[in-house]
């Protein structure tokens, strides 16, 4: 059934190796030497095992450890209240990783679509993808949200998402936001030929989820967004599991803070942010960009699009989508730090140009460009009046 292997931040007080096995007993078996031998014998496969101990400072250590997967049922819920249930009132102690053994990791989906899926419904193969958000959309109308979608769409965006405070209300119901999604990305993409897709946000009880996301693809929903930490990593993997639900998935990371800002509390980011929404199925998440005002830490950035994006036999590879405080100068730093296998999520980047959205989105697209032909941004812009607009209304690095 193979095992769950969990890598601990912990406090360095000289005395690791104790911590690590009264850890690995303390979630498993209990305690294991003043048991009688014929009790060692028949908990031997439930007992957890540590695996390393690692002095990285004179403050803080490391300590990974095995779970038996007999221990628990194969659902992430069930692993993370093993491996870091109680653990995680223990005071200064941070889960940073979690591995599964092959047998395990294939017990969990993956991305459904991936990034080749992705891909492939967009026809696009050889860029970063672009994607938008509705800015100011609380409150405003069908008209108002049919205009915005509209002009992100004529811009070359590949991906439009909504709010993930856009609830289903009065002004923007669900079902209508879908169908008029499905009218105007159709004749935007008779004028553009080009294909983009709507990510409704799919919102309410959690019992009623899994209907109301097939609900939304019977409509012609194009893609979903969804609030997972919230809503749970479970709930995310019903979704991915569901062979009616055949839409990318787009996780959002709302609230997903309270669980990873500390530096010697709660889950490492990457962990989070990346290895579980990727077992659970996202086919793209969204987490703070190192740039903007909600900026995580560069290196942590980096490790959530490694989670997402290296090679792993059990998953199908997911789509970082480094967000917050992104404009058209920043495309050469995300492209270096986040590579072609990525997604360019900005709103007030496009919908703030003098321009408007139109204008805003094709500024990126130009970026995206003059970048993979290494044409220095400047450069580019003496010959695209969208890009040259958007670089000097936000400044900051034009190379």
């Known amino acids: 059934m193979g095992a769950a292997i969990a890598t601990y931040l912990v406090p360095n007080d000289g005395k690791l190796e104790q911590k690590a096995e009264q850890i690995a007993l303390g979630l498993t078996v209990g305690s294991w030497t003043n048991l009688p031998e014929i009790d060692q014998q028949q908990l031997a496969k439930h007992k957890g095992e540590v695996s390393s101990v690692q002095v990285i400072s004179e403050d ?7 779970y038996p997967a007999v221990n628990f ?30 047998e395990l990791a294939h017990r969990f989906p993956g991305p459904s679509f991936g990034i080749l899926g992705v891909r492939n419904l967009l026809e696009v193969s050889n860029r970063p993808l672009l994607m938008s958000i509705f800015k100011g959309i609380l409150g405003r109308d069908l008209v108002f949200f049919e205009k915005q979608l509209r002009a992100s769409a004529l ?11 856009l609830f289903d ?4 119901p669900f ?10 990305l159709h004749e935007t993409e008779q004028e553009t030929g080009e294909t983009t897709l709507y990510a409704v946000n799919l919102s309410g009880r959690s019992t009623e989820l899994i209907e109301k996301a097939k609900r939304a693809v019977h409509l012609g929903a194009s893609a979903l967004l969804f609030n997972v930490f919230t ?26 803070g309270a669980v990873t800002a500390s530096a010697t509390y709660g889950v490492g980011a990457p962990l989070w942010f990346g290895k579980l929404l990727r077992a659970a199925g996202a086919d793209l998440v969204l987490f703070p960009s190192p740039y903007g005002s909600v900026a995580l830490e560069k ?46 999520n900005a709103g007030g980047g496009i919908h703030g140009h003098p321009d408007g959205a139109t204008a805003g989105a094709k500024a990126f697209r130009q970026a995206i460009e003059a970048v993979q032909k290494g044409i220095n941004l ?15 209304l936000w400044g900051g690095s034009k190379e």
Do not use: M
């Open 169 to 172: 209300n009065p002004a923007t």
């Open 299 to 344: 290196k942590a950035a980096l490790g959530i699009a490694q989670e997402l994006t290296k090679p792993n036999e059990a998953w199908k590879r997911a789509l970082p989508v480094p967000s917050a405080g992104i404009h058209p100068a920043l495309v050469p730093k995300l492209i270096e730090d986040f590579g072609k296998d990525s997604v360019i």
């Open 60 to 66: 803080q250590g490391l300590i990974t450890i095995s």
């Open 378 to 392: 400047s450069d580019a812009a003496s010959s695209h009046e969208e890009l040259a607009k958007a670089l000097d």
């Open 73 to 102: 049922s194969a659902d992430i819920p069930a692993i993370l209240t093993t491996v870091f249930g109680k653990l995680s009132l223990d005071g200064k102690i941070k889960l940073i990783d979690l591995d599964f053994e092959p």
């Open 155 to 165: 811009g070359g965006v590949d991906i439009v998402k909504d709010d993930e405070i």
């Open 175 to 184: 079902e209508q936001r879908i169908a008029i999604a499905k009218k105007v």
């Open 231 to 256: 809503y749970g990593l479970d709930t995310l993997q019903a979704l991915t599991e569901d062979k009616d639900i055949s839409v990318p998935i787009l996780a959002h990371p709302s609230f997903g």
